[in-house]
């Protein structure tokens, strides 16, 4: 079993910043991507930012330029930091992790519990 543990949600005024963590742990043979998606009062979950292994990294429009994803191979940690920020990032935000569990096994999606950002204008 795998567990996503994030944290760094909290309250900010518009034009602040946050850095979200996300822990993962458990039985774990590698990661392949992990990601950060949110969910905002009555819409669908959107991906916000993705970094594979590798450090390749995608984003969504809406937080090109503001928001840097970065990950922490040796810890399997992944970060969110969030400049700029704006009422409409306001959100639950989820971790979530692809992780094989044994050399040549299969692939699970995980998922942490959310943390919630809120930005005040």
């Known amino acids: 079993q795998v567990q996503l543990v994030e944290s760094g949600g909290g309250l900010v005024q518009a034009g602040g910043s946050l850095r979200l963590s996300c822990a993962a742990s458990?039985?774990?043979?590698?990661?392949?991507?992990m990601r950060w998606y949110r969910q905002a009062p009555g819409k669908q979950r959107d991906l916000v930012a993705g970094?594979?292994?590798?450090?390749?990294?995608n984003y969504a429009d809406s937080v090109k330029g503001r928001f840097t994803i970065s990950r922490d191979n040796a810890n399997n940690t992944v970060y969110l930091q969030m400049n700029s920020l704006k009422p409409e990032d306001t959100a639950v935000y989820y971790c979530?992790?692809?992780?094989?569990?044994?050399?040549?096994?299969?692939?699970?999606?995980?998922w942490g519990q959310g943390t919630q950002v809120t930005v005040s204008s």
């Open positions: 458990g039985s774990i043979f590698s990661i392949l991507v």
């Open positions: 979530n992790a692809v992780v094989r569990v044994a050399p040549r096994g299969y692939e699970y999606s995980y």
């Open positions: 970094i594979t292994s590798g450090g390749s990294t």
